[in-house]
């Protein structure tokens, strides 16, 4: 296998972004963010402001109702719909199928932000996967996907996986301490799993596509490493899906603003201390 290439605003000119366009909010791109659930009602929120400054047109979010109406609120750039939630206060297995059905309107989809890991998070799974649109998935539906392997595996649009190291270890069904010792190894095995783009986060951050390839970001810095930084992350690479990015050229892309972002955050707040919410304002200028 050849060495990862680095992940640098140079590399990046090798994949360019689709030309920002006229027109109105539809011209830029529809993106379904579903995710949430009663204990972690903002992280859909902090998708979606991912999202939206990565250059998304219309933004709809699908949560549990019993949080549909303050994401509402705190979003009024989305149509927010709630969606039956379960005991566990995450998505009900019975909503699914509607899930699905909104999800065959949008361009993109993120999934996973925030949700609980219950009966409707394997379901899901598989039947975004088999819907074969632009599709990133993050946080409860990666515990998910080992059982729906096949469906990604056959996506027409390879899906793209942002696990952390927790998370990979789910995918792989191996030690988390395997993961950190090889991240781009494990990265590369469950990209061939799943015929997945993967993310493997870390201190260095790994991307490798189904083929094997794969780069190395080493920018960021420590102040990424809080509660919701994923979820940011998940809007930008959503966001510029949206947009009509390759799911490579995206996810590129997006771990680039993200780290970039976080180190512009330490040069003007100090290395620790910034909020996740802060990281998508600084991508307009980035991507400017």
């Known amino acids: 296998m050849s060495r990862p290439r680095a992940l640098t605003a140079a590399e990046l000119t090798r994949h360019p972004l689709p030309p920002a366009a006229n027109g109105d909010k539809d011209s830029h791109g529809r993106i379904l963010i579903i995710g949430g659930s009663r204990d972690v009602p903002g992280a859909p929120l902090l998708t979606a ?4 400054r990565a250059g998304a047109g219309k933004l709809q979010l699908a949560a ?16 927010v719909v709630g969606f039956a939630t379960a005991r566990d206060g995450g998505f009900a297995r019975r909503a699914v199928g509607d899930l699905i059905a909104k ?10 932000p925030g949700m ?11 039947e975004l996967c088999a819907l074969g649109k632009p599709l990133a998935l993050d946080a409860a539906l990666l515990h998910a996907l080992p059982e729906a ?15 952390h190291a927790g998370e990979m270890a789910s995918l792989l069904g191996c030690a988390e301490e395997e993961v950190e010792a090889d991240p781009l190894g494990c990265g590369r095995r469950c990209a061939e799993r799943y ?5 493997v986060k870390g201190v260095q951050s790994h991307i490798v596509a189904p083929d094997g390839g794969a780069w190395k970001y080493r920018g960021g810095g420590p102040g990424l490493g809080v509660s919701g930084s994923g979820d940011s992350l998940a809007g930008i690479v959503g966001g510029l899906l949206a947009r009509g990015a390759a799911p490579l050229t995206a996810l590129l892309w997006g771990v680039w603003l993200h780290g970039e972002a976080g180190a512009a955050l330490a040069r003007r707040v100090g290395p620790l201390g910034f909020l996740a919410r802060e990281i998508p304002d600084e991508v307009p200028a980035l991507l400017a």
């Open 116 to 126: 609980t890991h219950n009966a409707a998070t394997e379901r899901l799974a598989a």
């Open 195 to 199: 015929g997945a783009l993967v993310l």
């Open 103 to 112: 999800a065959e309107r949008a361009d993109a989809i993120v999934a996973g």
């Open 149 to 163: 392997a096949a469906e990604a595996r056959e996506a027409r649009v390879p899906p793209i996986l942002l696990p």
């Open 64 to 79: 549990p109702d019993d949080i549909a109406v303050p994401l509402g609120i705190a979003m009024p750039e989305a149509m």
């Open 49 to 52: 402001h991912g999202a939206m």
